[in-house]
Nanobody
């Protein structure tokens, strides 16, 4: 069974930085790992994703501010210049293209407020 363990959320002032981490218990040769977020009253949305081949995708709203990276079975999200609208629960995702399966972490709260 795949488990995703997240860490790094918290409260930060506007303009500040946070780094999220997510470690997967199992990794597949072909996969994509990424971060989604869900704010109250809104749908879950993709923030950033990185494939096993190193291809990165970002939501337009975070381009230039967030950076996704990975090291084997761990994915990181460096978030800089945070804004109040970045406030949400952030979920780690592991996608297996061969099967179409998605695995999710438990979520970590990020709050940007003064």
């Amino acid at each position: 069974q795949v488990q995703l363990v997240e860490s790094g959320g918290g409260l930060v002032q506007p303009g500040g930085s946070l780094r999220l981490s997510c470690a997967a218990s199992v990794i597949f040769s072909l996969n994509a790992m990424g971060w989604y977020r869900q704010a109250p009253g809104k749908e879950r949305e993709l923030v950033a994703r990185i494939t096993s081949g190193g291809t990165r995708n970002y939501a337009d709203s975070v381009k230039g501010r967030f950076t996704i990276s990975r090291d084997k079975n761990t994915v990181y999200l460096q978030m800089n210049s945070l804004k109040p609208e970045d406030t949400a629960v952030y979920y780690c995702n592991l996608h297996q293209p061969d099967s179409g399966l998605n695995y999710w972490g438990q979520g970590t709260q990020v709050t940007v407020s003064s």
